[in-house]
């Protein structure tokens, strides 16, 4: 037998700018114009989000392009999947976009997760950039490069980590967002400010109603910091062997519930009984005090977010979805939990706390 090796140290820096502004547009393809990552570029976008700024971007693109080419699929989370996946594909190929490509993603989550999914793999891989339109994308998905499509077994199951090449944020956007739009990213904003920003945290429970009125100014300060937080989580664990799991304050029994809800009830209004549910877990292991926690559940309240399940569920049903979950390890339920606002516990370097699924029972 022989044995060769191949030495493949990972160096690549996969760094980016994420830029924030208003009206970003013509910036961004005039940077792309004094700088380009490719020869052609493909638009990929909801049918929502290609009416209202679609149209406006491609016709920038086409200035400065050799080739340019709008794709749209309808919007929701039901077309994350592997067939529009294929249908995206497939029209890139047949419209001849070859490796010196790049696809931009410019939507929601939905788009994002998904776009960046057909860059990962779309001839082994070509340059993408995020621009995100709602704040859940804003503050969320657009960074960190996690990409993927659903499956009927269940969300986010196939995908790839893979870092786009810039993050372009144009706070205007934002403006044509329903309220409910609103109050789903800023159930992520709430949790930012509570697992590492006291300041946040405290600047929307003093004007969660001038969010709600596209304070424009307001709105791109809450970006600005949301994006730094979980910049810096990224950069220091791309992989999410540690501090990224802070990220993933109120998810674990968040996503059970609205596992659970069938997807009736919404990702932003799990999260936020989530994290009250796991902030009582908190309080009842004495990391967390009652007083805080209280005053974490009127800003959900204030901003019409809910605080208790909505509907009657065994809780050894979510006992048993939160140990099949991703972020759960050989069947043992792992949460990060606040100390403070603006704070994450940590024991023994970990920021992920083993739970007994006895204190879970208690909490329901
Ligand atoms: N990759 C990650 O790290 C990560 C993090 C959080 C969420 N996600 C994913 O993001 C998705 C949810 O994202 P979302 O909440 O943005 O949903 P979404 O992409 O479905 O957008 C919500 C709705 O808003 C519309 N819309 C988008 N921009 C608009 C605008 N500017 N004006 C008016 N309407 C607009 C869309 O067409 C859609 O109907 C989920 O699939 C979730 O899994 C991924
Ligand atoms: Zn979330």
Redesign the pocket.
Known sequence: MSTLRVNLKNNADNSYDIKIGQDMFGDFISGLKDDPIAHSYVIVT????RE??GEKLKSLLDEIADKTLLLDFP???MQ?NREVKSEIEDRMLEAGFGRDSALIAL???????LA?YVAATYTRGIPYIQV??????CV??S??G???I?TPHG??LIGAFYQPQSVIIDIN??T???PE?IR??LA?VIKYGIIADYELFELIEKKTGDIFNYDINLLSLIVERCCRIKGDVVENDEKESNLRKILNFGHTIGHAIENHSNYTLT??NSISIGMVLEGLIAVNLGIWTEDDLERVKSVFINAGLPVEIPFDIDPEKLISSMKIDKKSRAGVIEMSLPEAIGKIYRIDGKYAVKIDDEIIREVF
């Open positions: 909801d049918s929502n989000v209202l700024y919007a929701g989370e994350k939507g929601g989550g939905v788009v994002g997760d960046g995100p339109t709602t704040l859940v994308a969320d998905s960074i960190g996690k990409t993927a659903d969300k986010n956007t934002l044509t967002l329903g739009e789903e990213g992520e990702h932003g």
